[in-house]
Nanobody, 119 residues
Framework: QVQLVESGGGLVQAGGSLRLSCAGSGRTFSSYPMGWFRQAPGKEREFVAAISWSGGSTFYADSVKGRFTISRDNAENTVYLQMNSLKPEDTAVYYC????????????WGQGTQVTVSS
């Protein structure tokens, strides 16, 4: 079982940028596609982005395509989410997941990191 810790959230103005990190420990980090999800107040958790085990393939929700970039460093056991051109509707708690297939989460969750975008 892998343990995940997200960091990098905060308060930013619309149009700004943040870089989230998800550090993993435990089993071999690079075994599965990993991904980011988010949950806004009163809403269900939704898929944001995923990356293949090698980092060669990435997938994005339509709402973030062209603005967010997911990457991973298996040597450092870390997955990143670079978020640019942030909008107020990006405000949510962001979670990473250790096993993402078809936009669905099947693995361990981190504790989440809050992202707040002010207008």
């Amino acid at each position: 079982q892998v343990q995940l810790v997200e960091s990098g959230g905060g308060l930013v103005q619309a149009g700004g940028s943040l870089r989230l990190s998800c550090a993993g420990s435990g089993r071999t980090f690079s075994s599965y596609p990993m991904g980011w999800f988010r949950q806004a107040p009163g809403k269900e958790r939704e898929f944001v982005a995923a990356i293949s085990w090698s980092g060669g393939s990435t997938f994005y929700a339509d709402s973030v395509k062209g603005r967010f970039t997911i990457s991973r460093d298996n040597a450092e056991n870390t997955v990143y989410l670079q978020m640019n051109s942030l909008k107020p509707e990006d405000t949510a708690v962001y979670y990473c997941n250790a096993k993402v297939l078809g936009g669905q989460a099947f693995g361990s969750w981190g504790q989440g990191t809050q992202v707040t975008v002010s207008s």
